[in-house]
């Protein structure tokens, strides 16, 4: 999220590609309803349901599943035609709209519209609604995200707001509806297998880094490796299952197949391919599941041994640090001890370490921590907090030590709720001091790239992360700002590189000293421990990741620019010669990858679109709220959601039970609801439920007594096979299914 829920309320016009916050995000999406009541915004969805979301729109449109890039270029189109884009802006402050347009000059309304499933007039009015009314905001959420072309999605959406001058103003940027509690915090801290904590990589130097945050020798650190695989991505947790079955091909280095699984909060489940993952638990030497509650997962093996369930304390029985989806930071203070013999995740993985003999290792900086402050024991969670400050330059989390957010936690009343901004003792700072907050004396960043306030207020231009130069048709382009785009109070007056030992000098025209020479040397300002680079910068008014442009065209991508592909199960076969998917990739995450091989027409046996999601009542993969007998009630079972004119044809009534076949042979038995909310030949499920697989019961595989309220079919078992090409996020928007009454 470059801005924050509360920003949107300085919004004109909100489009909104494949989220329902009415649903999903309920309190922020007051937000949205404020922007329309108080400020007159309009809001536009885009959207193959009629949502709850689109219940409030002005301005609706029903789009075929996968069709965001087409749709979006189409905006394009008319944009570049009309002059709606904002030239200067583009000028100063972003690399590649020469391909952006090129591109756009094919997406004609007529062409746009035949694949969008949707008519000319829609997109005309659509687009000279949003693109002529400033400030506007763009939000996504996973109809975005979960498709082959995920990543494509998540680019073109930005490049929309670069393209009309929105990114970095309030009331404009891209807001992206994170989904769990911290899952931002989540993927900041690391939890990803293509990164170490931060965003670093896996390069040497990253793992260079984090052994001098961690106080642990790099060759200590390499010894723990197979040294062939220390600096590969490791396995997602969409395909961890291949890594057991070894059906195909796996590059898992001299480990081989894998053996044992730790999972730690999370449903197993909620991934697609669900009968593959049913059969990679079944082969699995070692399963440990560290969860607050007796898991589904647990019900899809029939295994008696190799499986533990340990109780792990939930959020009201812990503490620390959780982030939101605008980068911004609570204090979460424990309400309870920890009940029963349940313990805090961190307190199980000290326990492994302890056993697997690294603890010392793997607390060593916390320690050291403590002695700096005349402590002999680190103190949870704040010595890890205070660890983090030290290492995650990257994203600047150096500003957010344990004392300031606590603060901000407590005295949240201090702060206005649509600009973030404190009050009293708390004035000139930012409500949970939302990332990058450089060092102790930031206030927080409410909107990313805004160069309208001094770095010091929480401006910043774009990062400088792809070099100082890059080609396009045949031409140079400087990727640093133009003269006179720049955060005011700057040492610089248009773009700068980031901050390194060797232009420190240079850029803020300040001298250092021999003694803070020799400190920094050979470092820049994501590897300095001493914090000299970040603060002499900030103190020149700069940004430490520089001062450069926004990148629409990425030359060493498979898209350099964003194309429409049709997904890999596609409704329209007709389409697929001229939006062919991806050719299959070898070696992604440790498998190979299909795209190509599977792309066919599918549609005469699977004529039926299948769409996923969530409804309010449930959440995630479901255990939380179907053991719970109030949430249960409202929505006991599983089902699936037919236009009523479909269900007429295949003579299926309210109530009747189906069967949802998959391209993969699999097959879920499912209770129908109908509705005029979608339309014609597609079919919505949600995912909340589990415990029924192929129709059968799998209540005899919880623990005793522990069966949730509700068990169901999870849909996962029949969404279909489909990763993206970047990311290997499922395709769990996209498939195709044939529906037969039970
Ligand atoms: N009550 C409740 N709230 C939740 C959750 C929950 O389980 N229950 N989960 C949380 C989590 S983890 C997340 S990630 C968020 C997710 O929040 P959302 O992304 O809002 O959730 P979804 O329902 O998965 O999908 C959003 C919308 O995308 C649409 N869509 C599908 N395909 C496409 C497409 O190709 N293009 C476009 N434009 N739209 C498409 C769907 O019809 C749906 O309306 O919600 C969070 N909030
Ligand atoms: N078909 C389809 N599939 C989807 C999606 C979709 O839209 N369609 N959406 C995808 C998305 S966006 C997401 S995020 C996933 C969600 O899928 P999951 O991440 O599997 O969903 P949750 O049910 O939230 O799982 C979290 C687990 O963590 C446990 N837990 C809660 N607190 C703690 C704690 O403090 N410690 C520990 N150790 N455990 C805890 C909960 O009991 C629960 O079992 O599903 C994905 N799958
Ligand atoms: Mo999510």
Avoid at 124 to 135: C, D, F, G, M, S
Avoid at 635 to 646: A, D, I, R, S, V
Avoid at 665 to 681: D, N, Q
Wanted: contains cysteine; charged residues 25%.
């Amino acid at each position: 999220m470059t801005n924050h829920l509360g920003d949107i309320q300085n919004s004109k016009a909100i489009i909104i590609f494949g989220a329902n916050p009415a649903v999903n995000h309920p309190v922020g999406f007051q937000h949205f309803l404020k922007a329309k009541e108080v400020n007159n915004a309009k809001i536009i969805v885009i959207d193959p349901r009629f949502t709850r979301t689109a219940a409030k729109a002005d301005k609706f449109v029903q789009i075929r599943g996968g069709t965001d890039i087409a749709f979006i270029y189409g905006m394009l189109h008319l944009i570049f035609k009309n002059g709606w884009d904002d030239k200067t802006y583009n000028n100063d402050r972003t690399f590649g709209i020469e391909a952006v347009k090129k591109e756009a000059e094919k997406w004609t309304p007529k062409v746009t519209a035949d694949v969008c499933g949707i008519t000319e007039e829609q997109l005309i009015e659509v687009t000279r609604l949003y693109a002529t009314t400033k400030p506007a905001t763009l939000i996504w959420a996973m109809g975005l995200t979960q498709h082959s072309i995920g990543t494509g999605n998540t680019r073109i959406a930005p490049i929309l707001q670069l393209v009309l001058g929105n990114m970095g103003k309030v009331g404009g940027g891209t807001n992206i509806l994170r989904g769990h509690d911290n899952v931002q915090g989540a993927t900041d801290f690391g939890c990803t297998s293509d990164s170490l904590p931060g965003y670093y990589g896996l390069a040497e130097g990253a793992f260079k880094h984090w052994s001098r945050v961690w106080n642990v020798d790099y060759e200590w650190l390499k010894s723990q490796f197979d040294s062939e695989m220390m600096n590969k991505p490791g396995f997602t947790l969409s395909r961890w299952w291949q890594g057991v079955l070894e059906e195909e091909k796996i590059y898992n280095g001299k480990a081989g197949k894998i053996r044992a699984m730790f999972c730690m909060g999370n449903g197993l489940i909620s991934i697609a391919q669900t009968n593959k993952v049913r059969e990679a638990l079944n082969n699995l030497e070692l399963f440990v599941m560290v969860d607050p509650f007796p898991h589904d997962a647990i019900a899809y093996t029939e295994r008696k041994d190799g499986v533990y369930l340990l109780p792990a304390a939930s959020q009201m029985e812990t503490s620390g640090s959780v982030t939101a989806t605008n980068r911004s930071a609570q204090w979460r203070f424990q309400v309870v001890k920890p009940l029963y013999e349940s313990k805090p995740d961190e307190e199980i993985l000290f326990e492994f370490a302890r056993r697997l003999g690294f603890y010392d290792e793997f607390t060593r900086s916390m320690t050291n921590i403590a002695k700096q402050n005349g402590r002999e024991k680190f103190i949870w969670p704040d010595d890890a907090t205070r660890e983090i400050n030290m290492g995650m330059k990257t994203i600047g989390l150096s500003g957010w030590t344990p004392e300031r957010l606590k603060d901000h936690t407590t005295n949240w009343h201090l702060f206005d709720t649509v600009s973030l901004k404190g009050k009293g003792p708390l004035k000139d700072t930012y409500y949970g001091l939302p990332w990058p907050c450089w060092n102790e004396k930031h206030p927080g960043s409410p909107n990313l790239y805004n160069n309208s306030i001094p770095v010091m207020q929480g401006g910043m231009g774009f990062r400088n992360n792809f070099g100082l130069e890059q080609e396009l048709f045949g031409k140079k382009y400087n990727m640093l700002a133009s003269k006179g785009s720049v955060p005011p109070k700057s040492s610089q007056k248009g773009g700068y590189p980031e901050i390194t030992a060797d232009n420190i000098e240079e850029l803020t025209g300040k001298k250092l000293t021999e003694k803070e020479k020799e400190i920094v040397k050979g470092k820049n300002w994501k590897t300095d421990l001493s914090m000299i680079l970040v603060n002499k910068a900030l103190e020149a008014g700069l940004c430490p990741y520089g001062n450069a442009r926004a990148r629409m065209y990425v030359s060493t991508w498979p898209d350099k620019i964003p194309l429409h592909r049709e997904p890999i199960h596609t409704p329209r076969p007709d389409l697929i010669s001229k939006y062919p998917t991806y050719p299959d990739k070898v070696n992604q995450f440790r498998v190979d990858t299909k795209f190509a091989s599977l792309q066919k027409d599918w549609l005469k046996d699977f004529p039926f679109q299948l769409n996923t999601g969530r409804i309010v009542t449930h959440s995630g993969q479901g255990i939380e709220a179907r053991v719970s007998l109030a949430l249960t009630e409202i929505n006991p079972e599983m089902y699936c959601q037919l236009n009523p004119n479909t269900a007429a044809e295949l003579g299926i009534s309210e109530g009747d039970f189906v069967w949802i076949h998959s391209p993969e042979g699999f097959k879920a038995k499912v209770k129908v609801r109908l509705t005029y909310s979608l339309k014609e030949k597609v079919v919505f499920a949600p995912f909340h439920w589990a415990g029924v697989a192929q129709g059968e019961s799998l209540a005899k595989n919880y623990p005793e007594g522990y069966v949730p309220y509700s068990i169901g079919e999870a849909i996962n078992g029949v969404t279909n096979y489909g990763y993206d090409i970047i990311t290997q996020i499922p395709e769990t928007k996209c498939g195709l299914c044939r529906i037969e009454k039970a």
